[in-house]
């Protein structure tokens, strides 16, 4: 018998967590048409340095801000010295994300080693609702996700920069006539796709576990969400994230935990297939 309300949570728990892991995919494409194939690389970058400040200082906090921080370094550094040279080529860019997802999930091999590392909850505990036990740390990164969803709608839609941001993911041409800086432009959008992957990163540690191979399935539940809702569509992406969510859940109630991730697979290449443009096309944000 389908649990109906152990369903729900997990569609409404998940999909905000599926939602930040692929916003700062479709971030970057929407801005610069690249698509970055080092995102799930960010995701675990965020998650192991949550792991190792969190072990060494006991604050989850502080943990949380290194998430922020050195997954936002990262996707920077990568950028600055690798991408910014080579972003008009789309199969170069390619080629170098994906050799750099490799490293790292070596380097974390290496350095931490192959088993599954727990990163402490940000909150302790369970609560009882209409009967069905839910532990309050996955109510919190529900919540924290949406807030860091509405804050980049926010963002982009509210302030100078996140104009700016916008205006470039238009026609970066026409920003540069409007006197955009396009370079600096692209710059705070890896920053900021960097800092939420790396969030996302401990988010999905906290109720799970962290080992060098955790970035890849929410870098191919990235692609399905952005091509889905529409390459570029930050709306997109959190619609695409629920309907995701939402077949997952019913591949796991009906056929088999297993197949939970084939359903991504298939609504990947059904989008594709009929209609490659996704629900929303490729606008960034809308008003």
């Known amino acids: 018998m389908v649990d109906v309300l152990s369903v729900a949570t997990n569609v409404l728990m998940l999909g905000a967590l599926y939602s930040l892991i692929a916003i700062g995919f479709t971030l970057i494409f929407g801005v610069g048409g690249v698509l970055n194939l080092s995102h799930g690389a960010t995701i675990t970058v965020g998650a192991y340095s949550a792991y190792a400040v969190e072990a060494a200082s006991g604050s989850i906090l502080l943990g949380a801000l290194a998430a922020a921080v050195v997954g936002g370094a990262f996707s920077l550094g990568l950028y600055k010295g690798l991408i910014s040279k080579v972003r008009h080529n ?33 909150i302790d505990g369970s609560v009882v609702i209409l009967g069905d036990s839910i532990q309050i740390n996955r109510i919190l990164v529900f919540v924290l996700s949406w807030v860091l969803i509405g804050g980049l709608f926010y963002f982009v839609n509210r302030t100078r920069t996140g104009k700016a941001i916008l205006a470039t993911s238009m026609s970066d041409k026409g920003a540069a006539l409007a006197g955009i800086d ?106």
């Open 182 to 287: 396009s370079e600096q432009v692209y710059t705070y959008t890896w920053v900021l796709a960097g800092a939420l992957a790396g969030l996302a990163g401990l988010f999905l540690a906290s109720f799970q576990t962290a080992n060098p191979l955790m970035g890849r399935n929410p870098l191919l539940l990235s692609f399905a969400i952005v091509v889905l809702g529409g390459l570029g569509s930050i709306r997109g992406s959190v619609i695409g994230a629920y309907l995701i969510s939402f077949l997952d859940q019913m591949t796991i109630q009906f056929l088999s935990e297993r197949l939970a991730g084939v359903s991504a697979l298939v609504v990947l290449v059904l989008v594709l297939l009929i209609r490659p443009k996704g629900l929303f096309g490729r606008e960034l944000v809308e008003e």
């Open 90 to 122: 789309p199969v170069t860019v390619l080629i170098l994300t994906l050799v750099v997802a490799i490293i790292v999930e070596q380097l974390a091999l290496v350095v931490f080693g192959g088993q599954d590392l727990s990163v402490r909850s940000i």
